[in-house]
Every structure is written in C-alpha cells, then in structure tokens.
C-alpha cells in the first residue's frame, strides 16, 4: 500500500505476510516469436493456469489483466493475436478497437485501464499491467478504519461517522460532516501477477 503521492509505501503487503512477490513477466511483445501461438500459451502457463490454480481452482474464477497504453496497443496490433481473430465476428470488434475496451485473448480479459483523466495520478504504467483473478471470495476486501476521535479509539470501524458542528456563539446552525475511513485490502497479493510489454 502507498501513500497519496503514490511512491512512499506504507506497507508491503508481501513482506508483512512473508510471502514472495511474483516475478514480473514479460510478454516480449515487440519480438514476436515466429511460432504461432507462443504467446498464447506464454500467457496460460505464466499467467492463467498458475493464477486459477494459487486461487484454489474456483470454477468461476476468471483472470482479468487491466494494462497500460502501450501494452494494450502491443497487444491488439501483435500478429498472434491478429491472426487468431481474423474472418471471425469477432474480428471486426478488434479492428474498431476503443481506447480503454477489452477483449479477450489467451484465456484472460485484457483491459485498457482509463485511470484518472490526467493519466498519472491514477494509472498503470504504459508498458505494464497487472493480472488478478476474479470469482475468489475474499480476496479484495472492505475494511472499515475507526474514527479518528478520542471516544472512538479501540472499537470497530463503522461505514460512517455522522457528525453535527453546531454555532457555538449564536446556536442558530449546524453543521452536518460525515466521515469513513475505507481501506480497500487485497488478502491474496500472491495472486496479483505484474506484466510487462518487452
């Protein structure tokens, strides 16, 4: 987890679990291999099989890959992949292709991730991305912090702290404020897998 300038962590979440981060893998998309279907099969033997398998099989997981600019742009142009959606309906989705649209490829849905508009305070590296299965209960949860005042420490977080500020001087208004202190938690960070375009 890192702060809000989004390079000091605050916790390493592999470290305080003692588990070892995944390799970074690399789909060497500007060398594409001449055998037809090596990255196919790159992608559900580093990526798909070892996910389901590290989450336990689940039927409905399913692995979603959300990229960057450059990935996502490697990806649709790769020759492979071209190759495998030609005289397909499918074909014609790829070739009118949106930024910021999936589609699937190698048993995993790839997703050009939007972030926020300014592209860097929210977003994916453009040559990254970053795999994680879906349909795995528990695995990204919601937890409440508590509230941050002196009656409030030592007990369970709530959704919402409503609070009324009132006019001390004339007592004529108030002041309605609500905080939450939400923290979106990853119990499984072994099943997040980072991706890379060369």
């Not at 390493?12 to 099969?41: H, K, R």
């Not at 959300?66 to 020759?79: E, F, K, N, Q, T």
């Amino acid at each position: 987890m890192v702060d809000a300038d989004g390079v000091t962590v605050l916790i390493d979440y592999f470290s305080a679990w003692g588990i070892a981060e995944p390799a970074e893998i690399d789909l060497d998309l500007d060398n594409p291999d001449p055998v037809m279907g090596a990255l196919a099969t790159k992608i559900r033997d580093q990526i798909v099989r070892p996910m389901i398998r590290a989450a336990g099989g689940a039927p409905t997981t399913r692995i979603e890959i959300l990229v960057g600019d450059a990935l996502y742009d490697g990806l649709i142009s790769h020759p492979e992949v071209r190759e495998t959606y030609l005289n397909q309906i499918a074909a014609q989705e790829l070739r009118n292709q949106a930024p910021f649209e999936s589609f699937t490829y190698g048993g995993a849905t790839w997703t050009n991730y939007r972030g926020s508009d300014d592209n860097s305070e929210i977003a994916i590296n453009t040559d990254k991305g970053v795999a994680f299965p879906r349909g795995v209960p528990g695995m990204f949860q919601h937890v409440m912090g508590p509230g941050e005042t002196f009656d409030l420490i030592n007990r369970l977080g709530k959704r919402v702290y409503p609070l009324l500020v009132s006019d001390r001087d004339r007592n004529a208004w108030v002041q309605p404020e609500i905080y939450a202190y939400p923290l979106m938690l990853n119990t499984r960070p072994d099943l997040l897998l980072k991706v890379k375009r060369t």
